[in-house]
């Protein structure tokens, strides 16, 4: 199958560019037909001129959807129709991609399909959660209300992923540049202190000749430690994604006194977020603790959750799997508990959620002040005892002369 570029019209009289797949050109200028356009020109791309679509990430981030959805929401309320919405919003997305998606959405519903089974084809662009509240939206006749709760959950989605970069960046950094130290002073700054007490007849003190060795090791075998480093930076990348991984994860996410507090209360704050979300549109509480199970980024909580969704299906109350996994905090299923005994599960979660935001935001300064000390005082030990091997020769030297 052959690309075609294509120049055409809208039905606004404004002139559109892009690409379409096709077998021949006939079918090229079919397919810009059924986009909506009227063709100008339709011509075969080759290597060179073929569009680029460069994206540094697959699909879009949670902040696009975000403001995709709240824009969305504008423009309903304003009274635009739903295809005059995607249109004016796949011209203003900067994400080629994302804009791409939207009017192919565009372009579906033009042909009779509804807004939400036309997201449903693009997954990567538009996760199941917002398809099935936006298929809940059209089906009680109140979409903007729904693209409005949605917008809400990926501004906080947003928020906790800004707060969980924030938390990691720095020792990973930190961790980098220790690394990056050692390395060069090791290979360049020791070997010219070394060469100078090579000349001097006395005897280096164990700490100076165990840093000697390791300086010749370095400086023998750098590129072989470089490409060690990379390595295991690119086997723990593939590592984290394997199922084998993703429970070791979860595992030292729960168990490392550093991380569980912020762990548990992230996890609790989005399970009372999505599911309050869900279930104020009218999701059915299976459907929904199953939807919500697949947010979370631990996979313990994740499977906890799927095997509430199996004691849901046999009548038990959410709040029993969810004590039961010893995963959750006590309040999570107090609060749960209580919200089937009112019938008021989505407000209650609603508060619930409100409160472990800013438990997050807490437990996530909390880890910094933590972690901050700890790396402060291996950072520390690390030039301490290069610097002690080399002004330990110093002072040998110096006590030896006063000797004299």
């Given at each position: 199958m052959a690309s075609f570029g294509y120049i055409a019209v809208d039905k606004n009289g404004k002139e559109q560019k892009g690409s379409v797949e096709a077998d021949t050109k006939e079918k090229a200028l079919a397919a810009v037909r059924a986009l909506g356009y009227t063709p100008l020109s339709v011509t075969p791309q080759s290597f060179l001129t073929k569009d680029i679509n460069i994206s540094l990430t697959k699909g879009t981030t949670v902040r696009e959807k975000s403001l995709f959805c709240r824009q969305f929401t504008s423009l309903l309320r304003a009274g635009v129709t739903i295809i005059d919405s995607l249109g004016m919003l796949a011209e203003q997305t900067e994400n080629k991609g994302f804009a791409k998606a939207i009017k192919d959405v565009q372009t579906n519903i033009q042909k009779g399909e509804t807004l939400g089974n036309s997201m449903r084809q693009l997954p990567e662009y538009f996760p199941s959660m917002l398809v099935n509240l936006v298929d809940a939206g059209e089906a009680s006749g109140s979409l903007d209300v729904s693209l409005e709760r949605m917008a809400i959950q990926f501004e906080k989605d947003a928020?906790?992923?800004?707060?969980?970069?924030?938390?990691?960046?720095?020792?990973?950094?930190?961790?980098?540049?220790?690394?990056?130290?050692?390395?060069?002073?090791?290979?360049?700054?020791?070997?010219?202190?070394?060469e100078m007490f090579a000349d001097l007849d006395i005897e280096m003190p164990a700490l100076t000749v165990a840093v000697m060795a390791a300086s010749e090791f370095v400086q023998s075998h750098l590129l072989l430690i470089l490409g060690i480093i990379i390595a295991l930076v690119i086997g723990i990348k593939y590592f984290k994604d394997t199922p084998r991984g993703k429970a070791m994860l979860g595992y030292l996410g729960v168990k490392i006194p550093a991380l569980a507090n912020f762990t548990v209360k992230s996890s609790a704050s989005r399970l009372a977020r999505t599911l309050s979300t869900l279930l104020y549109a009218g999701i059915p509480m299976v459907e929904a603790v199953e939807?919500?199970?697949?947010?979370?980024?631990?996979?313990?909580?994740?499977?906890?959750?799927?095997?509430?969704?199996?004691?849901?299906?046999?009548?038990?109350?959410?709040?029993?799997?969810?004590?039961?996994?010893?995963?959750?905090?006590?309040?999570?299923?107090?609060?749960?508990?209580?919200?089937?005994?009112?019938?008021?599960?989505?407000?209650?979660?609603?508060?619930?959620?409100?409160?472990?935001d800013e438990e997050v935001e807490l437990a996530t300064q909390s880890m910094m002040a933590a972690l901050e000390p700890m790396i402060i005082v291996v950072l520390a030990i690390i030039v301490g005892v290069l610097v002690g091997a080399v002004v330990m020769p110093m002072l040998s030297l110096y006590t030896g002369l006063e000797n004299l």
């Open positions: 928020k906790l992923q800004g707060m969980i970069k924030k938390a990691m960046i720095y020792p990973i950094v930190v961790c980098f540049v220790a690394i990056g130290v050692v390395i060069l002073m090791l290979a360049y700054v020791v070997p010219t202190f070394m939807i919500t199970a697949h947010t979370m980024t631990n996979v313990l909580f994740r499977d906890a959750l799927l095997e509430a969704k199996e004691e849901i299906l046999k009548g038990v109350p959410l709040s029993e799997p969810l004590k039961a996994s010893g995963l959750f905090p006590p309040m999570v299923v107090h609060m749960t508990s209580i919200g089937e005994e009112t019938g008021d599960m989505e407000a209650m979660l609603e508060k619930m959620a409100d409160y472990y």
